[in-house]
């Protein structure tokens, strides 16, 4: 075995390269690399061959064959995880899924959409340091009508259609009557939501005998019509989102004064007039006002001292503005399809 | 209310669009629902004068009139209405015009004879439904006027809901001037004062209250010598511009009268009047009264009733009576004016069911300076219109005075602090005096507002501040936001158990739904439910919309069986809903019923439960049930207990548990009882679970705190073992933990098996105990010493039998 120089060499490492490279299987690999390195392995008899060599040369020539050796080695190495990591693709291929199958059904619960709204109703306002207050859904005529300024025999009894139960009392019509429950055992400055069922004497396309409302009230001594307008514009872009508008109409109540009937802009057309909103732009949402100073004095609260609003709009109505609902009744119609919809 | 726009421009300068007067009214307070657009420009037909009329040569139903139309030479017009005649002003359509409906009209041979043109009937003129003939015009009528100058044309409505607060904008005054309030101008308030005759009214009739708090004015006119007819076309017209239908000439005067100032009024055929003594009375016991409607009625002592000598003429404010009422043939009128008290009024019209434009009115409070006026007014225009002599003076008595309001104080400060504004003094004096609310100083110092008679709506000086914001307008008032201290949020218990409980719920995979909460009449009888039963004592509505559904809840199943089988009908079989809601018991009396918070859960088709090996798949909806409960519980931090008993009388006997927590009964588990699955027309097994949430609410909050886990090694035994058939589960359950003690930190069922292998009446029923301390490794041998023990205590309590030897699992 004659010494070689070291073009020689370098043409030695380079065919070894070529032949790991080309390799397509790991047995390939091995014989590929056995030609080179192995015990006949054209570096290994070179390196064999290096005490036949000039002792001038030697050295240099050691070091050069040690050198492609260890290059080689570690293109061997490279090449080998290449292999086998494409190996264990193809075994783990084998046994492959079908993802585009239906997951397994964990069942997904739902909560009523009246729910989500009412939900995210109170967390806005007991967010702003309003309390919750409650009570009960069949009422006396005082605490729903008398006691919020309605007087016996006069027409605004008319404005809400209202279901008597025998014993003279009646479907609470409204959240008011919580109103007073409440008022008559707080001392102001008190803020508070009611949220709950009311009842209309009233079945049409339109219109359920049964449905949701929220109501607010803050007393204080300097709480004004302003900042009603204030409040209820946060809670309207907090829920239908920081485009919407309101638009405050004066009108009537008999527990508040001054009183006003608030729209929002029609989520549908953006306020262009559409359908949904009879061309007007607005969707009627709730009324509003300052607290009547009667009904302050009917829960013994100083009405020359203490002022402040109240407000109420039905729940139902956001959810349908919401989740684009044709008509109130689709809320209360148990049909699985609908209620896992929204 | 409905409104013509060219009535009211009549008293009130308009010059803005309609839209942008609806706008303004809306957000002052008048909400207007619609704008309608009424009539076509009728400026291209002119008044003609049929000079001839003869037969058509041609055709037997067909007339050839010569008609003059105020241009050239009569023309000559083919005609097909049968009531055309000579001498009539009729509506003429020359070549060229185009009627309302878009319809040329042109020059053409009609059956051989040349017609120019076209006598136009209401319909073609699309101003009315008549189409039996021609329009026939008043004889005044100048001939070659446009016609839209002799009955107008193009009008616009308004479709008004007024607020009950307002009775005063009920009419054409009161529109007026809220415009005028918006907008400024001058109100042009039509003549009222009548000429009068030299006869004195007092001659005729004299006046008498029985009822002084409730009539507080009445006042009469008398009008000798008229003629009853048809109202002239301007009256008709105008009356149908509001949705009314003429009647005749002195009816129709009231109705005009009653929209113009808001004030009714009635005309009685003097005639018919027995005794010259009008009288305002309470109806007498049985006493009855034919009314204008044809109705007999039967008055109440509480109706206030106008009467003569001898019967009810009239209810009151509310409709006259029939047998007083003019009709052709009558030749003198009283008048009738008045001012009576809104409630009487209302409980009367709600009594008969008679919502009249007057009860409307009266109602809502008129004017009390504008009862002469109206009674003068109607005068002056039946005898302008029907002929005839009003007797001089007005016949009137007055009864106790309303109660008013006629000054209220009112500082700007106040204003401002509750609008949130900085409004100046003068600014709102001159707001204030847009709607005729005068300022004045007061007579302590300080401002004052007079109320002007019409508003009797404003008592307070916060009705003041109102109409202050009103015509300021709500869109100018600064949005702000209110300033207040912090601090705790309180919220009734009851809510976050709720609230869990739907999220519970929720994580369970059931739905929520809502459904209207009514029972129907047979619900508790299908159910089962006795006649001791709590449930029975149902809150019954007195109105119900529906017959059937009268009774508030008193339990959620009703509606949940309903709500299966609508889904069942819809093909949807496997639903899991629940549905959270008050339910009511009556009390009695007028005591507010008794109102709890129940959650109620209907699950159908459950999944198969991977140990429980049976025949059919009957218990997966009761063990889903079952383990919504207990997730519903653990959630709420409660533990549920359970026990074989027959819960409810709509469960299957054979599949119902009572619900405990802490040894109080707190809801119910159980598969429905196929026969009251039957009474709900149901074809899959389902299974429900009631909690009352009240009762969970009433024992407080549990407090949940942290316990040590164990970091030692735990030891696992599985035990298979044979007991009788009836042996509860719980109880083997129960025995073993305690039996255990605290070393046994876990006992899990998990094979419930009868069938091969194991002796009829048998079962086999496999647990895994799961051993652990705190403070070290267990050895084998202490294990083994605990799993005897429960061996042992199995055999001497249950008569079980080990199947095989305890297998250990680590
Ligand atoms: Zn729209």
Redesign the interface.
């Known amino acids: 075995m004659t010494s070689r120089t070291s073009q020689e060499l370098a043409e030695l490492e380079r065919e070894a390269v070529e032949a790991i490279e080309a390799a397509d299987s790991l047995p390939r690999l091995l014989e590929a690399r056995s030609q080179v390195l192995g015990r006949k392995g054209t570096i290994t008899e070179s390196l064999r061959g290096i005490g036949a060599a000039d002792p001038a040369d030697r050295a240099r020539l050691g070091r050069e064959l040690n050198l492609a050796k260890q290059r080689i080695e570690a293109r061997f190495a490279d090449r080998r995880a290449a292999l086998e990591a494409g190996a264990r693709e193809r075994e783990l291929r084998e046994h492959r899924l079908d993802v585009t199958l239906p997951g397994t059904g964990?069942?997904?619960?739902?909560?009523?959409p009246?729910?989500q709204l009412e939900?995210e109703m109170v967390a806005f306002f007991?967010g702003l340091?309003?309390?919750?207050?409650?009570g009960?859904?069949?009422?006396?005529d005082y605490n729903n009508f008398e006691a919020l300024n309605f007087?016996?025999?006069?027409?605004?009894r008319?404005?809400q259609d209202t279901?008597?139960?025998?014993?003279?009392?009646l479907?609470r019509t409204h959240t008011s009557p919580v109103q007073i429950r409440a008022m008559q055992r707080l001392e102001p400055?008190f803020?508070f939501v009611v949220t709950g069922?009311v009842y209309r004497?009233d079945?049409g396309p339109r219109s359920?005998?049964?449905f949701h409302q929220i109501e607010g009230v803050?007393v204080?001594e300097?709480?004004?019509?302003?900042?009603l307008?204030?409040?209820l514009?946060?809670f309207a872009r907090q829920l239908f989102g920081a485009r919407v508008d309101l638009?405050?109409?004066?009108?009537?109540f008999p527990f508040t004064?001054?009183?006003?009937e608030f729209d929002v802009t029609c989520p549908n057309c953006a306020g262009a007039g559409c359908g949904t909103c009879s061309q007007s732009g607005w969707i009627e949402w709730g009324g509003c006002g300052?607290v009547?100073?009667?009904v302050l004095e009917n829960c013994q609260i100083d009405a020359e001292r203490y002022?402040g609003f109240a407000f109420g709009m039905g729940i139902d109505r956001a959810a349908m503005i919401r989740f684009g609902l044709p008509s109130i009744h689709v809320?209360?119609?148990?049909?699985?399809?609908i209620?896992?919809q929204i | 209310m409905r409104l013509s726009l060219q009535w009211l421009a009549e008293w009130i300068p308009l010059e803005i669009p309609p839209e942008a007067l609806a706008e303004r009214l809306t957000m002052g307070g008048i909400e207007v629902d619609a704008i309608e657009r009424s009539g076509a420009d009728l400026s291209a037909f002119r008044v003609g004068h049929v000079l001839e009329r003869e037969a058509h040569p041609n055709a037997d139903r067909l007339s050839v009139c010569r008609v003059d139309t105020g241009e050239g030479e009569p023309v000559r017009v083919v005609c097909g209405a049968s009531n055309v005649a000579a001498g009539q002003k009729v509506a003429f359509a020359g070549d060229g015009t185009r009627l309302p409906d878009g319809t040329a009209i042109k020059r053409s041979k009609i059956r051989g004879v040349v017609s120019n043109g076209m006598i136009c009937s209401e319909v073609e003129l699309g101003i009315g439904a008549d189409a039996s003939g021609i329009l026939v015009l008043d004889d005044a009528a100048p001939v070659g006027a446009a016609l839209s100058d002799v009955i107008g044309s193009g009008d616009v409505a308004l479709e008004l809901s007024l607020t009950p607060n307002r009775g005063d904008c009920a009419s054409v005054l009161g529109i007026a001037r809220e415009v005028r309030a918006h907008f400024g101008g001058a109100l042009c308030v039509p003549e009222t004062a009548p000429r009068e005759g030299a006869r004195a009214a007092k001659d005729d009739v004299r006046i008498e209250i029985e009822e002084p708090a409730d009539c507080h004015r009445y006042a009469a006119r008398v009008v000798h010598g008229v003629r009853v007819g048809p109202s002239p076309d301007w009256l008709a017209r105008r009356l149908e511009s509001i949705g009314l239908r003429p009647i005749n000439n002195v009816v129709d005067v009231t109705n005009l009268v009653l929209f113009e100032f808001g004030q009714p009024t009635h005309a009685f055929d003097l005639a018919t009047l027995r005794g010259a003594t009008v009288r305002v009375r309470a109806a007498r016991e049985g006493e009855k009264l034919l009314t204008l409607d044809q109705e007999d009625r039967e008055l109440d002592p509480d109706d206030l009733v106008i009467a003569d000598a001898e019967r009810a003429i009239a209810l009151a404010g509310v409709m006259g009576g029939a047998e007083t009422e003019v009709r052709a043939g009558t030749t003198s009128v009283l008048i009738e004016s008045a001012h009576f008290a809104p409630a009487r009024v209302r409980r009367s019209a709600r009594r008969h069911g008679l919502m009249t434009e007057a009860s409307y009115r009266f109602e809502r409070g008129v004017d009390r300076a504008g009862v002469a006026r109206a009674a003068d007014r109607v005068a002056r225009l039946v005898a302008e219109l029907a002929g005839g002599e009003v007797c001089a003076g007005l016949v009137e008595a007055t009864g106790a005075p309303a109660e008013t309001v006629e000054e209220i104080q009112l500082d700007a400060e106040r204003v401002n602090r509750v609008l949130g504004t900085a409004i100046a003094d003068a600014e709102i004096q001159a707001l204030l005096s847009r709607l005729d609310i005068q300022h004045r100083r007061a007579r302590g110092g300080g401002d004052a507002y007079r109320i002007p008679t019409h508003r009797n709506d404003l008592a307070r000086p916060e009705d003041l501040v109102e109409e202050v914001g009103r015509i300021y307008g709500y869109d100018r008032i600064p949005t702000t936001l209110p300033v207040a201290p912090l601090g705790p949020v309180h919220a009734p218990p009851l809510r976050a158990v709720a609230e869990q409980t739907r999220d519970a719920f929720r994580a369970a995979g059931l739905l929520e739904c809502m459904m209207l909460p009514f029972l129907r009449s047979d619900d508790l009888d299908r159910l089962g439910i006795g006649g001791e039963d709590p449930r029975r004592r149902t809150v019954a509505i007195a109105n119900p919309v529906l017959e059937d559904e009268a009774r508030m809840e008193s339990t959620l199943v009703p509606g949940l069986l309903r709500a299966v089988h609508r889904n069942q009908t819809r093909q949807i079989d496997a639903v899991q809903l629940f549905n959270l809601s008050r339910v009511f018991f009556a009390r009695g009396g007028s005591t507010l019923p008794e109102e709890r918070v129940a959650v109620s859960a209907v699950i159908t088709r459950g999944e198969r439960v991977a140990w429980y090996e049976a025949q059919d798949d009957r218990p997966a909806p009761f063990f889903q049930a079952k383990g919504v409960v207990e997730r519903v519980l653990r959630d709420l931090s409660r533990p549920a207990e359970f026990a074989p008993e027959w819960a409810e009388p709509y469960h299957h006997p054979g599949a119902s548990s009572a619900v405990r927590v802490e040894g109080a009964r707190v809801g119910s588990v159980g598969e429905l009882h196929p026969d009251v699955a039957a009474r709900f027309d149901l074809e899959v097994p389902c299974a429900l679970l009631e909690l009352d949430l009240s009762a969970l609410a009433a024992q407080g909050a549990p407090r949940t705190a942290y316990a040590e886990v164990s970091r030692q090694p735990q030891s696992s035994r599985d035990l298979a073992v044979l007991l009788d058939r009836e042996t509860p589960a719980g109880d083997v359950l129960a025995a073993i933990q305690q039996t255990g003690g605290t070393q046994l930190v876990r006992t899990d069922l998990f094979d419930c098996y009868e069938g091969t292998g194991v002796p009829s009446g048998k079962k086999s029923l496999a647990f895994r105990l799961v051993f652990q301390r705190h403070d070290r490794t267990l050895v084998e041998a202490e294990v083994n010493r605990l799993v005897d023990r429960v061996v042992k205590m199995l055999g001497h309590r249950f008569d079980g039998e080990l199947r095989n030897a305890p297998r250990r699992e680590e």
């Open positions: 964990l069942r997904s619960g739902h909560l009523h009246v729910t939900r007991t340091g309003f309390s919750i207050e409650d009960p859904q069949v009422e006396t007087p016996p025999d006069h027409p605004a008319d404005m279901f008597y139960v025998e014993g003279g009392n479907l400055p803020r069922r004497h079945f359920s005998p049964m803050m204080d300097r709480t004004s019509f302003g900042d307008k204030g409040i514009y946060a638009r405050f109409r004066a009108s009537y004064e001054p009183s006003a300052m009547h100073p009667r002022q809320l209360f119609e148990p049909d699985a399809r209620l896992e």
